[in-house]
């Protein structure tokens, strides 16, 4: 009696333990997944943009391309900026072709700006354009987010110039206004 009892004991912390096991297995897996850091994906080459999206960068004006470039690539580890093309509160424009800089994104690489706001990623049909700032826009940043669209609509068969989503771009860019003008 006393030596099966022993035997039980002996099993059934055999299967206790396995299961225990098990668990720090999966657990170490999970772990493994998600801290690990992710490998940059490999941006699809886009031949023609259908249209344009505008962002704003949501922060204050004197923020800066490589702080924008620098959060793309190396917090959220992307292969490039986020956006084609970036325009500071001096009018300057940052983009391949413009003012060119460290991690700027090809303008044949679908970019990465507008994965949501819509029911499907525009990131390989529409090109994106990012105004540094918050809710005011000097007059020279819109000037030039005009002709850039104008530039744009020159060289690539665009169809519309849209918003991101209800919040971006905030308050100040007339995303509407020049569609309307622009494109109708
Ligand atoms: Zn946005």
Redesign the pocket.
């Known amino acids: 009696m006393h030596h099966e009892d022993k035997i039980d004991i002996a099993y059934a912390g055999g299967i206790g333990g396995i299961v225990i096991l098990i668990i720090l297995i999966l657990l170490a897996v999970l772990c493994l997944r998600c801290c690990a850091p992710k490998p940059a994906e490999a941006a699809e080459t886009v031949s023609a943009w259908q249209g344009i999206v505008v962002?704003h960068s949501g922060t204050n004006p004197t923020h800066t391309v490589s702080s924008i470039t620098r959060y793309h690539t190396k917090t959220k580890r992307w292969e490039y900026c986020g956006y084609h093309f970036i325009i500071d509160q001096n009018g300057i424009v940052y983009g391949q072709g413009y003012t060119e800089f460290d991690g700027m994104r090809p303008i044949n690489k679908a970019g990465a700006?507008a994965r949501t706001g819509k029911p499907r990623s525009r990131n390989a049909t529409h090109t994106g354009i990012c105004l540094i700032g918050n809710n005011h826009f000097s007059e020279i940043q819109l000037k030039t987010l005009r002709i850039l669209c104008m530039e744009l609509i020159a060289e690539y068969p665009i169809e519309s110039i849209e918003r991101?989503h209800n919040a971006?771009p905030g308050k100040g860019i007339d995303v509407e206004g020049l569609s309307e003008g622009l494109l109708k």
């Open positions: 962002h700006h991101h971006c």
